[in-house]
T-cell receptor, first 116, second 111 residues
Framework: DGGITQSPKYLFRKEGQNVTLSCEQN?????MYWYRQDPGQGLRLIYY???????QKGDIAEGYSVSREKKESFPLTVTSAQKNPTAFYLC???????????????FGQGTRLTVV | GQQVMQIPQYQHVQEGEDFTTYCNSS?????IQWYKQRPGGHPVFLIQ?????EVKKQKRLTFQFGEAKKNSSLHITATQTTDVGTYFC???????????FGKGTKLSVIP
């Protein structure tokens, strides 16, 4: 079955440690996204990538880093510089037709990160 | 940058009552999408509106896109307990790959 896989579902880390969240898709989508969700805050864009080896900062990129070495994979690293990393992290991909008309976002199940 | 505002943040209704959530963008949008997130789940795509003044229906759900392509609404007629969840709008500017979400409206339905 095609889809987006985020792992793990729950993640606990000690303060000051970097942690990498995995996101893999087999939908053959070019664009991938990372969003952070906090209660009452909706989804805030961290980073996005339109194609392999290219990515752009979203609205809240500080304290995060990404890579896009393969079309299928877009891992997110939460660094120790992120002041409040405890949140629900969602990865998404969008097929983006040539005319920008096909823009439905497909989401993974999310990773709930708790930093103690 | 592009901002998408959504109101209300919370809505509690009796089962059978109607529900509406509103979305406003600071800039003109190429299209607007609506998603539903059930408690503990991830957002799931509901619909996309592209044309100015467009209205689409899905059973009890009616979606509208404003004439100026800066606002949108989702109306649910005769809510059911299965409608519980958070509804998000998401907008995209012309030529942009960035999809900006509103803060969502959390709907509770009292049986």
């Amino acid at each position: 079955d095609g889809g987006i896989t985020q792992s793990p579902k729950y993640l606990f880390r000690k303060e000051g440690q970097n942690v990498t969240l995995s996101c893999e898709q087999n939908l053959n989508h070019d664009a991938m996204y990372w969003y952070r969700q906090d209660p009452g805050q909706g989804l805030r864009l961290i980073y996005y990538s339109q194609i392999v080896n290219d990515f752009q900062k979203g609205d809240i990129a500080e304290g995060y880093s990404v890579s896009r070495e393969k079309k299928e994979s877009f891992p997110l690293t939460v660094t120790s510089a992120q002041k409040n990393p405890t949140a629900f992290y969602l990865c998404a991909s969008i097929p983006w037709g040539a005319d920008f008309m096909n823009t439905e976002a497909f989401f993974g199940q999310g990773t709930r990160l708790t930093v103690v | 940058g592009q901002q998408v505002m959504q109101i209300p943040q919370y809505q509690h209704v009796q089962e059978g009552e109607d529900f509406t959530t509103y979305c406003n963008s600071s800039t003109t949008l190429s299209n607007i999408q609506w998603y539903k997130q059930r408690p503990g789940g991830h957002p799931v795509f509901l619909i996309q509106l592209v044309k100015s003044g467009e209205v689409k229906k899905q059973k009890r759900l009616t979606f509208q896109f404003g004439e100026a392509k800066k606002n949108s609404s989702l109306h649910i007629t005769a809510t059911q307990t299965t409608d519980v969840g958070t509804y998000f709008c998401a907008g995209r500017g012309a030529g942009s790959y960035q999809l900006t979400f509103g803060k969502g409206t959390k709907l509770s339905v009292i049986p």
